[in-house]
């Protein structure tokens, strides 16, 4: 081998030159050995050789014979006719070469296994330094800086720093094991600052999915891999919050501001069901929901979005499944980390409303134009009170009931863990504890975490058994009404009325702040337990068995104690009428769910003739779930205390409830893989089911995928690193409908009959079942396109089409039956397109990195069928086939009414002699909203309407907004700098409506109410307008839906603006004995909102909500440390 070898090398150097040489040598000596920035191995080899006036060709090869080294050099440059004499005894390799090669003019230097000689050069040695970091900024300690070409070199220090002498003109050679290795010029008189990126080779990302994992490079499915590097560095408390722009194709949209349930509604891929749309979440391998893990516990976080990669959960992942795994410990020695943060919060917006005189006068024009009589307490003298500001305890005029409910709230967030271990056990331990107080007054959480993942080896980790428990206790209070009490009063209330008078109390409307300073509470205290373990062992050469069992108990409780209070109000006169007492009352409940997994797998992994790549799996699951609700009411307590004996017995109410639930499911998959460029995989799950007769359903899905950049004919395309293409297929089922036993008639022991004059209870059948209610059926096609470019761009398209059948609907029967609910009936079809775009970007400018990173969704959706109609109305909204579901339904709208003559001119008021109401049963106005009179009328008789009748009613009604984005969209924008970061992250939605019809939107909404202060630029005779419809105080008009309360809920929001610092080590040294990891920061969260919607309400809501009721949004400013020793 070593003649070959040297033979190999020999002819070519006849023929090539010289730097064609080095680069062959060099790509020879890299798969053959690895290069070594020491000559330890040289300098440990002894060997004896004795030679009188021998060539050094002689003696190089008596070296090779004795100490196994293999001499490489170029017969051009190096002379080896030259005679020595050597007589070395028991000598080191590289003691002999020193001697041996003295004044030669050869030099030599060690390359793994292989000596290296080449022509020595006389040039001035320089001394030179600089530092080395990763793309992020920070310093790499430990990596390797060589003079190239030679054993000369160095490593770096805890602060990335370096210094070596090295020849002039010569380059230094930078490798680090993770890194790309990277050459630079040796300059002398300035610092080096080298930037070491992600050798994407060695560090392919591995991805978590189902039952497994895979590297990213190998998928075949859309998964996405959330960046939590990027997002760990804001001041997420919860989960979703911190998915929320990081997940192309998930709509997440925080669905209120209250503390302890500030979450976030999820949907992937559009609406797939009229029913429950939420992924599945997976914890660590039990199902659980996001509330139940700190952000700060995660490792990684896959979301599974196409049916190829979500198949392998049947059943429960026709909303795509959220994959998290906690952090279970390094092979490190003890680490420790603390992260916390203390702000404040305060609404993002409010809607403005009238206030003092403004009110009162507004509010008289409004009794005036609907021919009201004004209350005859409200006379010139009271209303000059107001405009005079006699009194501001009596008469305020500049006071809104938005003053005493909202106020600005602290938040306070602590995290703490310690993690580690070694080859035969490894661990991790964290505890939490946040505290939230309310932007509404009265309102309050805090919640206390922990979680231990335990991992222990055994056998050269053949046998490897793993334990995680992981708890919290979150308490929440609460007003005793709730908090949307006091939002509805602090739109509502007249603002002549403070809450609360001095020596007096609280009025009416106050109740739920009158209660809560007496006293009273509504706390709910939650306590989920989840205790699971795994045992993974490898019973052969590729062939491992996985068993992994669970419980997941979840406690919750609810005491409501609303105390005797006293409330003051007004008489029909004007006067003051004497406080009265409000019943007092006592709630409790409180729910127990436990859900049991077991689960085991076989995986077979093996490769045949070093290019097919196979992998097997097949497993068996089974679930039990149970849930059990009870609940006590007393009222007219005899004294103010939250006891239920001092409850009046009369008033004794009690009820409980229970269910079960059960599944069994066996699952397989088959992953085979051809010289890493075709990739296939085939899934299929059987899964059973309690819920229905027909218990057992099928679950199967194919995908594939060709890495395109492998092929020979793209090699020389040097600047793409990564082109796949993957293609998919699957059926997808779900049972989530809300009733546990679609299938099974349901009783209630609460019904009665009269038997001799006097009720008695009985049992009765309250819902209806349908012995042949089975699961829902979705079907998805996906293509998608992953490609990176130039070691700094990635990006990824997928384009799909979900069609999902028998989809389980309430279809409304006949009343005979006397039913309160009707079956479920598998009935209806819905279909979603949708594409979905990343594009990331990091690179890094001399000492500044930046990365990018942005994604867009789009998404198509209408509904198919509806068992057979046409469409379903729902007062506001309409489910309609071949249009999207839950959509607005209403008039349209064309402006105001100028004039007695325009309102004539549009509408009829009489047929046949008869008179008509022709404005939805009332008179319109000048100054009222003018509704399109839609073409109803057929008159040629072609089916197609082509004419107008002159009358608004419900024949005029059509869809007029949609309640879901059309388009979903993020982008994260960040620097560092010598320590310094900073990012941006703005999300948003466009081409979404919210309705916004209700209180204060609507005039006095339709009575006594306050409303909004927009209402000062209304529509008079003396000052018409175009956009805002005069003033009215009667139910009929406030009631009529239009485009005229439809707004446009497109936004841009910046959800965080992060400013941070990292301590430099070399600071903290003189310190810290050990010396830790400090990055202190600002962050910023929904810090401007970019929108067109008027009210002032938060755009930012469920797709199916109003906004009129809605907690608000928190802006928060908040600082914090994050620590790690």
């Known amino acids: 081998m070593k003649n070959i070898f040297k033979k190999d090398l020999s002819i070519p150097l006849d023929i090539v030159s010289k730097r064609h040489f080095k680069l062959y040598a060099s790509i020879f000596l890299f798969g053959f050995s690895s290069i070594c920035a020491s000559d330890a191995l040289a300098q440990s080899k002894k060997v004896s050789i004795i030679g009188n006036n021998v060539s050094l060709e002689q ?127 040796a300059v002398i008189g300035k610092d080096i600052l080298v930037t070491l990126l992600e050798d994407t080779e060695m560090l392919e990302e591995v991805v978590v999915v189902g039952y497994g994992t895979q590297k990213k490079v190998n998928l075949t499915g859309a998964v996405e891999s959330v960046e939590l590097s990027k997002a760990k560095g804001r001041a997420y408390t919860n989960v979703s919050s911190m998915l929320q722009g990081n997940v192309a194709g998930a709509f997440i949209s925080q669905t209120s501001g209250q503390p302890g349930n500030d979450g976030a509604t999820i949907q992937i891929r559009g609406i797939g069901t009229f029913n429950n749309t939420s992924p599945l979440v997976i914890i660590d391998g039990m199902e659980g929901n996001l509330d139940a893990v700190n952000p700060k516990d995660i490792e990684s976080v896959s979301v599974l979005k196409d049916a190829a990669s979500c198949a392998i959960y049947g059943n429960r992942a026709s909303n795509g499944v959220v994959l998290i795994t906690t952090k279970q410990g390094d092979l490190n020695s003890m680490n420790i980390e603390y992260n916390g943060l203390v702000g404040v919060q305060k609404a993002t917006s409010l809607p403005d409303v009238l206030k003092g005189i403004d009110y009162l006068d507004l509010k008289a024009e409004a009794y005036k134009n609907t021919n009201k009589s004004w209350p005859t307490w409200y006379t010139e003298e009271y209303m000059n009170n107001y405009r005079n500001h006699v009194d501001e305890y009596m008469y305020p005029t500049n006071y809104s009931w938005m003053d005493d409910t909202y106020h600005t709230a602290m938040i306070t967030d602590h995290y703490m863990s310690i993690s580690g271990g070694n080859k035969s056990l490894k661990y991790s331990t964290s505890a939490g504890y946040l505290y939230q107080n309310g932007i509404v007054r009265g309102n309050n959480a805090k919640k206390f975490t922990f979680r231990s993942n335990v991992s222990a080896s055994f056998f050269e980790d053949k046998l490897r058994l793993n334990v995680s428990l992981s708890t919290h206790q979150k308490t929440k209070n609460d007003l005793v009404d709730g908090a949307h009490s006091a939002i509805y009063s602090s739109y509502v209330a007249p603002p002549t009325i403070r809450m609360t008078l001095p020596g007096v109390g609280y009025n009416n409307a106050g109740y739920s702040f009158g209660a809560m300073d007496a006293g009273g509470f509504n706390r709910t205290k939650e306590t989920p337990l989840t205790l699971n373990a795994s045992i993974n062992a490898t019973l052969m050469k590729g062939l491992t068995l996985n068993l992994y069992g669970g419980i997941d108990n979840h406690t919750s409780e609810n005491k409501n104690f609303k105390p005797t209070v006293q409330l003051f109000g007004f008489n029909d006169d004007g006067t003051m009428s004497t406080p009265q007492p409000r019943e007092s009352s006592l709630h409790y409940e409180q729910s127990k769910t436990t859900m049991y997994v077991l689960n085991g797998q076989l995986n077979y992994n093996t490769v045949i003739a070093k290019k097919h790549n196979v992998n097997l799996m097949a497993g068996y699951e089974m679930r039990e779930y149970s849930w059990n609700w009870h609940s006590m009411d007393r009222k007219n307590l005899t004294v103010n205390l939250p006891e239920f004996p001092v409850g009046d017995p009369k008033t004794q109410l009690n009820d409980s409830k229970a269910h079960e639930l059960a599944w069994m499911s066996y699952y397989g998959r088959l992953n085979y893989m051809f010289d890493n460029r075709y990739m296939f995989e085939f899934n299929l799950r059987y899964d059973g089911s309690s819920r229905f007769i027909d218990k057992w359903g099928v679950f199967p899905s194919v995908s594939g995928a060709w890495r395109i950049s492998e092929e020979k004919f793209m090699k020389n395309v040097t600047w793409l690193d990564n082109l796949k293409l993957r293609l998919s297929y699957g059926k997808l089922g779900n049972e989530s409908i809300g009733q546990q036993y679609a299938a099974s008639d349901e009783l209630s022991l609460n019904g009665k009959y009269n038997f001799n004059n006097s009720l008695v209870g009985m049992a009765a059948v309250t ?210 700098w010598n320590g310094f970061d900073a990012s941006i992250f703005l999300q948003g939605v466009a081409g979404m409506k919210a309705l916004n019809q209700g209180i204060i939107t609507v005039p006095f909404f339709g009575g006594e109410s306050n409303t909004g202060a927009w209402y000062k630029d209304r529509w008079t005779p003396e000052r018409p307008s175009q956009t805002v419809q005069r003033l009215y105080s009667e139910p009929g008009r406030s009631e009529i839906v239009s485009e005229y309360y439809l707004e446009d809920a497109s936004y841009i929001r910046c959800k965080s603006l992060d400013l941070g610092y990292t301590v430099p080590k070399k600071v903290l040294k003189k310190v810290f004995k050990n010396t830790p990891s400090i990055r202190v920061y600002v962050s910023l969260q929904n810090l401007f909102t970019i929108t067109d919607m008027r009210y002032g309400f938060d755009p930012e809501k469920p797709s199916h909500l109003t906004n009129t009721l809605q907690y608000p949004q928190a802006k928060t400013y908040s600082f914090g440390v994050n620590m790690k020793f």
Do not use: C
């Not at 005679?83 to 003295?102: F, G, H, P, R, Y």
């Not at 793309?135 to 490593?155: D, M, Y």
């Not at 992953?786 to 070691?791: A, E």
């Not at 509904?863 to 339904?889: C, T």
């Open 59 to 185: 003696a190089i090869q008596e070296i090779e014979k004795k100490s196994g080294y293999l001499f490489v050099y170029d017969t051009k440059e190096v002379n080896l006719n030259k005679k020595v004499t050597v007589n070395a005894k028991d000598k080191t390799v590289k003691s002999i070469l020193e001697q041996m090669l003295a004044n030669t003019g050869i030099s030599f230097y060690e390359e793994g296994n292989n000596i290296v000689l080449t022509k020595t050069t006389n040039k001035k040695k320089i001394n030179v330094k600089g530092k080395i970091v990763d793309f992020k900024g920070e310093p790499v300690i430990g990596a390797t800086v060589k003079e190239q070409g030679t054993t000369n070199g160095t490593i770096t220090d805890f602060d990335g720093n370096f210094k070596l002498t090295v020849k002039e003109g010569s380059s230094l050679f930078v490798s680090y094991v993770g890194y790309q290795d990277k050459s630079v010029k």
């Open 767 to 976: 819902k209806l079942a349908n012995k042949k209610t089975s699961w829902e059926s979705s079907e998805q096609y996906n293509i998608g396109l992953d490609f990176d470019i130039f070691k700094r761009v990635s990006a990824t398209i997928d384009y799909y089409i979900k069609n999902t059948t028998d989809i389980l609907m309430q279809v409304p029967v006949s009343g005979t039956l006397g039913m309160s609910t009707v079956p479920y009936q598998n009935a209806g079809k819905m279909q979603n397109r949708g594409l979905e775009m990343t594009v990331r970007y990091n690179d890094r400018f001399g000492k500044v990195g930046t990365h990018f990173s942005a994604s867009a969704t789009r998404v198509y959706n209408k509904v198919q069928d509806l068992a057979g109609k046409d469409e379903l109305i729902m007062s506001d909204h309409i489910w309609r086939v071949n249009e999207p579901f839950n959509s607005l339904y209403g008039l349209q709208t064309e402006g105001i009414y100028q004039s007695e003559e325009e309102i004539k001119n549009h509408l009829i008021f009489s047929k046949n002699g008869t008179a008509l109401n022709p404005y939805m049963g009332m008179k319109p106005e000048p100054g009222d909203i003018r509704f399109v009179d839609q073409l109803t009328i057929d008159t040629n008789g072609d089916g197609i309407p082509d004419t107008r009748d002159g009358v608004i009613n419900e024949d005029d009604k059509v869809i007029i907004g949609n309640t879901f984005p059309k388009w979903t969209f993020s982008a994260t924008l960040g620097f560092e």
